[in-house]
């Protein structure tokens, strides 16, 4: 006659162990759910969405005393033969301001250039100065071209409204290679208030803007 098994046997406490197995799996697996959940929550509500990164540059910048006053390039003349009087940013105190490096061979340049044609008319008569800066090279525009021909006929297609820069050949910004392109925000100070390394964004440029002008 076999006698029943105990339950505190070694293969009673088997049997309940790999039964408990699956639900213990379960009770993981919910677990490492819910933690990736809250995780991505968490990280997606601070995390920059496309035309965030202004605002929160602006909070950042709080907090810094760094300054590029003394930036100053000359600005190209009316009639396209060369470098014309030195735009200052320090002459732009109390303005805030957007500064576009930009090629005229560049695609990305071209088409968002209506945007800032665009900022520039809407923020006209509001303290916003937008200007943008050549970096283009003899040997990079279309042949048969210099670069101010080359200026001059872009000039001619996108009616920008404000002040062209022209670096001189001995300029870091014409010897030193770079992604474009690149837009810079400065606030009423000449502090760098946010970097755009890629193009802009209207909406989320517009934001930044009117934060800055909400400051002293």
């Not at 809250?38 to 300054?67: C, Y």
């Not at 044609?117 to 809407?122: G, M």
């Not at 200026?151 to 297609?157: C, N, V």
Request: proline residues 8%; contains cysteine; glycine residues 6%.
């Amino acid at each position: 006659m076999t006698e029943p098994t105990s339950s505190n046997s070694p293969g009673a406490a088997a049997t309940r162990r790999r039964s408990r197995a699956p639900l213990a799996l379960g009770l993981a697996f919910l677990i490492g759910v819910l933690v990736f959940y809250i995780t991505f929550q968490v990280v997606n509500r601070f995390r920059p969405r496309p035309g965030d990164e202004g605002l929160i540059a602006v909070k950042d910048r709080t907090q810094s005393r760094n300054s590029d006053a003394d930036f100053a390039v000359p600005i190209l003349n009316a009639s396209f033969t060369g470098p014309g009087p030195t735009w200052k940013l320090a002459d732009q105190r109390g303005k805030v301001v957007i500064l576009n490096l930009f090629a005229t061979w560049c695609v990305p340049c071209r088409e968002e250039m209506p945007v800032l044609v665009a900022l520039a008319h809407e923020y006209a008569d509001r303290g916003v100065v937008v200007v943008g800066l050549s970096v283009d090279h003899d040997n990079e525009v279309r042949e048969g071209l210099s670069r101010l021909e080359a200026l001059r006929d872009f000039a001619q297609q996108e009616k920008p409204p404000f002040s062209i820069l022209l670096p001189p050949a001995e300029s870091p910004l014409m010897t030193n290679a770079f992604p474009i392109p690149q837009t810079l925000l400065f606030d009423k100070h000449g502090r760098r208030a946010q970097h755009i390394l890629s193009t802009i964004d209207k909406a989320g440029i517009e934001r930044s803007v009117d934060e800055l002008l909400k400051e002293e």
